[in-house]
């Protein structure tokens, strides 16, 4: 079964960092565009940034300037780098490889 994994994410104070890894088999990461989503309680899910098979990267306004996403070729792997976290960014992380969604990961900003 193919399988899109997402690690990271936890509680943090705001003005901190987390990092969110996800985890694509080779074939799969090699050839779709990957990138985050988020969902907080009670709203929709929101597009966060996006990383295309040739490693263009793009970015929501909201989080332009304090996320960045990267790709990792040898470990089939992508990265979302959160700084400078805002209550706000309180949410569910949803990882995407084409079609296909990870379980998500809670990223919580709280003092």
């Known amino acids: 079964q193919v399988q899109v994994v997402e690690t990271g994410g936890g509680l943090v104070q705001p003005g901190g960092s987390l990092r969110l890894s996800c985890a694509a088999p080779?074939?799969?990461?090699?050839?779709?565009?990957m990138g985050w989503y988020r969902q907080a309680p009670g709203k929709q899910r929101e597009w966060v940034a996006t990383t295309t098979d040739g490693g263009a990267t793009n970015y929501a306004d909201s989080v332009k300037g304090r996320f960045t996403i990267s790709r990792d070729n040898a470990k089939n792997t992508v990265t979302l780098q959160m700084s400078n976290l805002k209550p706000e960014d309180t949410a569910v992380y949803f990882c995407?490889?084409?079609?296909?969604w990870g379980q998500g990961t809670q990223v919580t900003v709280s003092s």
């Open positions: 080779g074939n799969i990461f090699q050839t779709y565009t």
């Open positions: 995407y490889a084409g079609v296909m």
